[in-house]
């Protein structure tokens, strides 16, 4: 059974930094794309990163590149998220998410099979 399992979340000031943390199971590691989404309250779920293990690829959507990265531990199957320069708009439900697949043409959500439960992250003013 595909587990993802969010920590890290919480509550921040702005400016401030976080490092969510994915951890996985289930599944072979190195197969999988795994990204991250994000969804505030009333908006859309929005595609920020994903990592594809099996030749470290990785990329960053445009609206927070600069200061979120993505990286992975193989030897844990866990894949993080650091979050720099934290703004209030930032404030979210964060996901973890998977699919059995090469890293998609477009960062969309119908694009991934299984979705973790999500972690809030708060940035105060």
């Not at 969010?6 to 400016?15: K, R």
């Not at 998410?97 to 998609?104: D, G, K, Q, R, Y």
Request: aromatic share 12%.
């Amino acid at each position: 059974e595909v587990q993802l399992v969010e920590s890290g979340g919480g509550l921040v000031q702005a400016g401030g930094s976080l490092r969510l943390s994915c951890a996985t199971s289930g599944f072979t590691f190195r197969d999988y794309t795994i990204a991250w989404f994000r969804q505030a309250p009333g908006k859309e779920r929005e595609g920020l990163a994903y990592i594809y293990n099996n030749n470290l690829s990785t990329y960053v959507a445009h609206s927070v590149k600069g200061r979120f990265t993505i990286s992975s531990d193989n030897a844990k199957n866990t894949v993080y998220l650091q979050m720099n320069s934290l703004k209030p708009e930032d404030t979210a439900v964060y996901y973890c998410v998977a699919a059995p697949l090469t890293p998609p043409p477009l960062l969309l959500p119908q694009a991934f099979d299984y979705w973790g439960r999500g972690t809030q992250v708060t940035v105060s003013s």
